[in-house]
């Protein structure tokens, strides 16, 4: 009697878990079909970004106009850049608004700028979504690397316009003055975009891994799973 009550629960908690895995193959099929497609869509773009630094930015000057592969490149990184950029300002309005130091003021854009990303990938890390995390760190690189460029530019201030008119400052020419580092602005952004490619690269492997070979090992491993 024992032994049949045990059966039955068992049964009961072996259905259950595959009724719930059926399920969870069923909705993630579609959908893992469509993350892999938008992965190696996107590889171009990482492929693209990993060479974006300031001497390529001058080499491509003037392409964004043209149906080439650095213009359409550019054309697509521009709008996730003016995205980037509406958070980067707020991050320079909340200070406007507090009356911050001007040192905290200037810092405050690209605080914000990678402050966001980073409670992307949190929220999504601690609610188990590999995709989105990882997709959080492409996008925490995309902003590191731009960042790294436009670090590179503050010997050149007046080069680019103010993405603010009537700003007048470039961000990294003031900080980097401030710190009394402006003569090792070339190191410091070229460590930044060392940092920022390494996690671009980094993410979109492990965005490979997760999708193309972590789901099909589950999936084999799950018909002999409870069995013995």
């Not at 039955?8 to 719930?20: D, H, P, V």
């Not at 592969?69 to 990184?77: C, E, I, R």
């Not at 503050?154 to 103010?162: D, I, K, Q, R």
């Given at each position: ?6 059966w ?21 099929k579609a ?51 003016g995205?980037?950029?509406?958070v ?27 402050l966001?990303?980073?409670i ?12 989105l ?96």
């Amino acid at each position: 009697m024992k032994q049949d009550n045990d059966w039955q629960n068992i049964s009961a908690s072996e259905l259950l878990e595959r009724s719930r895995a059926s399920k969870k193959k069923v909705t993630a099929k579609a959908s893992d079909i469509g993350v892999r497609v938008g992965l190696l869509l996107l590889m171009p773009y990482i492929i693209w970004l990993s060479k974006y630094n300031d001497s390529y930015v001058a080499s491509i000057h003037g392409k964004v106009i043209h149906l080439d592969f650095d213009g359409v490149m550019q054309s697509f990184h521009n709008l996730i850049n003016g995205a980037n950029m509406i958070v980067h300002e707020a991050g320079h309005g909340v200070c406007y608004l507090l009356a911050c130091p001007q040192f905290m003021t200037a810092l405050n854009g690209t605080v914000f700028q990678l402050l966001l990303p980073m409670i992307f990938i949190y929220y999504y890390y601690k609610r188990e979504n590999s995709i989105l995390a990882g997709i959080g760190g492409i996008w925490l690189a995309q902003n590191l690397i731009y960042v790294s460029w436009y670090m590179s530019t503050s010997h050149t201030p007046n080069l680019y316009p103010m993405f603010l008119p009537g700003g007048g400052i470039h961000d990294f020419w003031y900080l980097f003055r401030e710190l009394g580092v402006y003569k090792y602005d070339w190191l410091i952004s070229g460590s930044v975009r060392v940092v920022a490619v390494m996690l671009l690269l980094a993410s979109y492997v492990y965005l490979l891994y997760t999708s193309f070979l972590q789901n099909d090992s589950k999936l084999r491993r799950r018909p002999y799973k409870g069995k013995r």
